[in-house]
């Protein structure tokens, strides 16, 4: 959607349909020291050999088999589990939104199907609009901050991954729609759309679903640096270094579809409010902000602002925002054609159905340079670096 | 619903309470002239349906790459 709504804490409501489906739905950004015409030389056996150690599509299973208590620890643990269990590292932890987890999270607040389908899917990419990039600084407009986030030069390899929670964030996310719609009847809650379904911040169905929801925030948290890990020891493989050597740290990790509590300044008097990001990001002073890019598009990282708590809750831009339905795009585009489009461009793309290629070209969606001069303009978040595809995985 | 927004700056556009029964506060839409014009209708209406929850606090915002649907279809 690409809004940012807050309520207050006591008199106003929690709503699952403003978070939507995909919980944590998110992005995480990683930096290597390699350049260009390094991974260029190797770009094909890199994507394919990504291809197969990353699980795509959607009903991709993972290769990580959880059991039922493994899972609970990951629910209310998040990333910290995933550190333990020699997935990532402490440096990691410090460079994601919530540090990787959000605190009071409740696995018995989660459905046993829910659970089912979140056992088989840690670490697996999903499809639709989710991918994983390997990307090059094409320009770096604030030099100083871009250095502190490890990003020092043009033509620097960088990757990013897009995902979310998966099976296990969608079944939270149908199963709290439901919830909701009977707290909508039983609060009389005045909702102009069925979709925004919602209940009073402080109710039993509010509160439940806040829990249910962090719990599926930290499972999404897991994935993406389950994942990370997987990255680190295929570029290992190919590149012959390791991923220490290589500088793979995570540059920042933040979620697009999420409520949190916070204190926001309102009218002059600080206040907590229940905000709601539903394809937006956090966007606090001096805090990355990355923008992910349409596909076979560029990709910016900014700098969260003073002026956004001001203006925006704290919050930016999320990526492109689409112009062109999934299904308008399936008739207008072939993904095929797009393939060998983008191959001439330099840009290697591999995909598990060329369907999503064309689901998601370029043209299905806004141009996202011109939604990141808007956020620049307004000044809710600042421009540090633009990146370009050179290689892309979906599902 | 497009046509009832005020310019407030180069960047920002603001939707009156006042423009649609059961809205509780303002909604703003962030945005260059560009990318406005590619945003639907249809999202600056749903945009207004936020703005009716109870409890809302001013304003709730559109962001430039704001587009028709609640949902994400991929999971």
């Known amino acids: 959607m690409g809004a940012v709504s807050a309520f207050d804490e006591q008199d106003g409501i929690i709503s699952s349909g403003l978070c939507g489906f995909d919980i944590n739905c998110g992005v995480n950004s990683i930096r290597t020291n390699l350049t260009y015409s390094e991974v260029q030389t190797k770009i094909k056996e890199l994507v394919s050999e990504l291809f197969k150690t990353i699980p795509c599509g959607v009903g991709s299973k993972g290769k990580l088999k959880l059991t039922k208590s493994e899972l609970d620890e990951v629910l209310v643990k998040g990333v910290n589990w995933a550190v333990k269990n020699n997935y990532g590292t402490k440096e990691d932890i410090k460079n994601l939104e919530e540090n990787g987890c959000m605190k009071g999270a409740d696995p018995n607040k989660i459905s046993d199907l829910a659970k089912k389908r979140g056992l088989q899917q840690l670490g697996t990419l999903g499809a639709g609009n989710h991918f994983l990039e390997i990307q090059k600084v094409s320009d770096i ?26 099976g296990l964030g969608h079944q939270v996310a149908s199963d709290y729609l439901k919830s909701q719609e009977k707290a909508v009847k039983k609060y009389n809650i005045k909702i102009p759309d069925k979709q925004l379904v919602a209940a009073p911040a402080q109710s039993e ?7 249910a929801m962090k719990a599926a925030v930290n499972y999404s948290f897991t994935n993406r640096i389950v994942m990370t890990q997987w990255i680190r020891e295929t570029f290992e493989k190919v590149f012959n270094k390791t991923w220490q050597e290589m500088d793979m740290n995570t540059v920042w990790g933040l979620c697009h579809n999420v409520v949190k509590l916070e204190e926001h300044t309102i009218e002059n008097k600080k206040q907590k409010v229940y905000v709601h990001r539903k394809g937006a990001t956090r966007a606090f002073p001096n805090e990355p902000v990355i923008v992910a890019g349409t596909m076979g598009t ?22 492109a925002g689409r112009a062109m339905s999934r299904t308008a795009a399936i008739k207008s585009f072939r993904g095929t054609e797009i393939q060998k489009d983008m191959e001439k461009r330099g840009i290697i793309a591999k995909a598990t159905n060329p369907k999503v290629l064309a689901e998601e070209f370029e043209k299905a969606y806004k141009d996202v340079n011109e939604i990141i001069e808007s956020v620049h303009g307004a000044g809710i978040s600042t421009k540090v670096t633009k990146v370009l595809p050179i290689g892309v995985l979906k599902g | 619903m497009k046509q009832n927004l005020k310019k407030l700056n180069e960047y920002e556009w603001e939707l009156d309470k006042s423009t649609r029964p059961g809205m509780n506060v303002n909604a703003k839409i962030i945005a260059n002239s560009s990318i406005l014009k590619a945003i639907e209708d249809d999202a600056v209406q749903q945009l207004t349906n936020v703005a009716c929850l109870p409890g809302v606090i001013e304003p709730v915002i559109g962001l430039p790459d704001m587009h028709w649907g609640y949902f994400n279809r991929s999971y």
Not at chain 1, 150 to 164: A, N
Not at chain 1, 298 to 319: L, Q
């Open chain 1, 141 to 166: 407009y604030d030099k100083e901050f871009s250095n502190k986030l490890g990003i020092k030069d043009k033509d620097q390899v960088l990757l990013m991954l897009h995902c979310g929670s998966r």
């Open chain 1, 298 to 319: 560029a990709s910016y990282i900014c700098k969260g602002t003073k002026i956004a708590m001001e203006k925006s809750f704290g919050s930016s831009v999320h990526g």
């Open chain 1, 205 to 211: 169905e509010g509160q439940d679903y806040f829990k």
